[in-house]
């Protein structure tokens, strides 16, 4: 079976950093898109980030962008996603999903991906 999953949530303190890594299994991230989502209660899934299969391509909501920094490591058929200066709006569960895609490109829209972690909770709160 395909699977991610993901791992390094947990409670930090408001400027606090996290590092969550998302590693496949049932399938090679060398062809794959991977992105990173989430979502807080009472509110849309929002797109984060994505990094293209080559990771030569990566891109950024607005509302990360400058604090969180996404990469993979193909090699460890894993994806990470480095969080700092987190803020309590950044409570939500996490998730990373992928889709095969061109070598130099990603997006960010949930209806591009096909395959999903099960999420991790981030909570940021003093």
């Known amino acids: 079976q395909l699977q991610f999953v993901e791992s390094g949530g947990g409670l930090v303190q408001p400027g606090g950093s996290l590092r969550l890594s998302c590693a496949a299994s049932g399938f090679t991230l060398d062809y794959y898109a991977v992105g990173w989502f989430r979502q807080a209660p009472g509110k849309e899934r929002e797109g984060l980030s994505c990094?293209?299969?080559?990771?030569?391509?990566?891109k950024y909501a607005l509302s990360v962008k400058g604090r969180f920094t996404i990469s993979r490591d193909n090699a460890k058929n894993t994806v990470y996603l480095q969080m700092n200066s987190l803020k309590p709006e950044d409570t939500a569960v996490y998730y990373c999903?992928?889709?095969?895609?061109?070598?130099?490109?990603?997006?960010?829209?949930?209806?591009?991906?096909?395959?999903w972690g099960q999420g991790t909770q981030v909570t940021v709160s003093s």
């Open positions: 990094i293209s299969g080559s990771g030569g391509s990566t």
């Open positions: 999903a992928a889709y095969i895609g061109v070598p130099d490109m990603c997006f960010m829209t949930n209806e591009a991906y096909n395959y």
